[in-house]
């Protein structure tokens, strides 16, 4: 099966090779399509990130990578690189697509913001199977037990229909033998990520100021049963995620006919408080 590889930690991330490996471990035809650089955060963007808005793609073989794959490195984002896969410019279209192995958690509804993620939406919206992977921890150094899960996951997500569902893991940063198993597991109402620093130009002084925009565990609500709380009590959490759908259920929209101007006016003046969320600051 033509597999295509992607992240949004970089080409030379070691989770990166060590999805690669597992992939050839399953007899698959590898292509690992990186970006150049670390885009976490850029969820299943578009947006071009070359001055002259043209993607530039090269030959490439990092350290760890299976010496039957073959690796392009891109000045693109993660799901930029799966349209290109869909259009045919690396050659065969893909069946699947396996996103990560990430550098950290992707947990809880946060994953909204994810490159990982969202290179495995835009896969399962354009009708490939697809699944991501991260590896929980600030450091994680345990990816021979993330590529042993992403194995052994990978089996049998190849088994499944291509209904526009993604498979998100994520795996603790343990041994596999003190792995507590696998459970299904809901969206934490956050959860957690990673995202690239933001640089600042700093008034008065040549340098930036870099703003780390890294969400951690403690905005993320403590809710039994969910991703989030199973993967830090050392379970392999697995969730079916689907990308934006629509939902009209309890809603009756009015037609434009029945809508007074002047009441939608007296809505907006009288605001209704803000609904809480787990990074609302207290007043």
Same mark, same amino acid.
């Given at each position: 099966?033509?597999?295509?590889?992607t992240?949004?930690d970089?080409i030379?991330?070691? !989770?990166?090779a060590?999805? &690669?490996?597992? =992939? $050839?471990?399953? %007899?698959?035809?590898?292509?690992?399509v990186?970006?150049?650089h #670390?885009?976490?955060?850029?969820?299943?963007?578009?947006?071009?990130?070359?001055?002259?808005?043209?993607?530039?793609?090269?030959?490439?073989?990092p350290?760890g990578?299976?010496?039957?794959?073959?690796c392009?490195?891109?000045?693109?984002?993660?799901?930029?690189?799966?349209?290109?896969?869909?259009?045919g410019?690396?050659?065969?279209?893909?069946?699947?697509?396996?996103?990560?192995i990430?550098?950290?958690?992707?947990?809880?509804?946060?994953?909204?913001?994810? !490159?990982t993620v969202?290179? &495995?939406?835009? =896969? $399962?919206?354009? %009708?490939?199977?697809?699944?991501?992977?991260?590896?929980?921890? #600030?450091?994680p150094?345990?990816?021979?037990?993330?590529e042993?899960?992403?194995l052994?996951?990978?089996?049998?997500?190849?088994?499944?229909?291509?209904?526009?569902?993604?498979?998100n893991?994520?795996?603790?940063?343990?041994?596999?033998?003190?792995?507590?198993?696998?459970?299904?597991?809901?969206?934490?109402?956050?959860?957690?990520?990673?995202?690239?620093?933001?640089?600042?130009p700093?008034?008065?002084?040549?340098?930036?100021?870099?703003a780390?925009?890294?969400y951690?565990?403690?905005? &993320?609500?403590?809710?039994?049963?969910?991703?989030?709380?199973?993967?830090?009590?050392?379970?392999?959490?697995?969730?079916?995620?689907?990308?934006?759908?629509d939902d009209?259920?309890?809603?009756?929209?009015?037609?434009?006919?029945?809508?007074?101007?002047?009441?939608a006016?007296?809505?907006?003046t009288?605001?209704t408080?803000?609904?809480?969320?787990?990074?609302?600051?207290?007043t």
């Amino acid at each position: 099966m033509q597999i295509l590889i992607t992240n949004d930690d970089g080409i030379d991330a070691p !989770g990166l090779a060590a999805m &690669a490996r597992a =992939a $050839a471990r399953r %007899g698959h035809a590898v292509l690992v399509v990186a970006p150049d650089h #670390p885009s976490s955060g850029v969820s299943a963007a578009l947006g071009m990130r070359t001055p002259t808005e043209s993607i530039i793609i090269q030959e490439e073989h990092p350290e760890g990578m299976p010496p039957e794959a073959r690796c392009l490195v891109a000045e693109a984002t993660p799901a930029q690189m799966i349209y290109l896969a869909v259009q045919g410019e690396y050659g065969e279209v893909p069946r699947m697509v396996l996103a990560g192995i990430n550098s950290g958690a992707n947990t809880g509804r946060a994953i909204l913001h994810s !490159g990982t993620v969202g290179a &495995a939406l835009t =896969a $399962a919206v354009l %009708g490939i199977r697809a699944m991501s992977v991260s590896l929980a921890g #600030p450091d994680p150094h345990h990816w021979d037990t993330a590529e042993e899960i992403a194995l052994r996951m990978m089996e049998w997500l190849e088994f499944q229909a291509s209904d526009g569902r993604v498979l998100n893991l994520n795996i603790p940063d343990l041994p596999m033998d003190q792995l507590r198993g696998l459970r299904a597991a809901p969206l934490a109402s956050f959860g957690e990520l990673q995202a690239a620093d933001i640089a600042f130009p700093t008034a008065g002084a040549p340098d930036l100021r870099r703003a780390a925009v890294t969400y951690e565990p403690a905005l &993320a609500r403590d809710e039994p049963g969910s991703d989030h709380y199973l993967l830090a009590r050392e379970w392999v959490t697995a969730t079916m995620v689907r990308s934006l759908t629509d939902d009209f259920a309890g809603v009756a929209l009015p037609t434009l006919g029945q809508i007074d101007p002047g009441h939608a006016l007296a809505r907006h003046t009288t605001a209704t408080p803000a609904p809480t969320t787990p990074w609302s600051a207290p007043t």
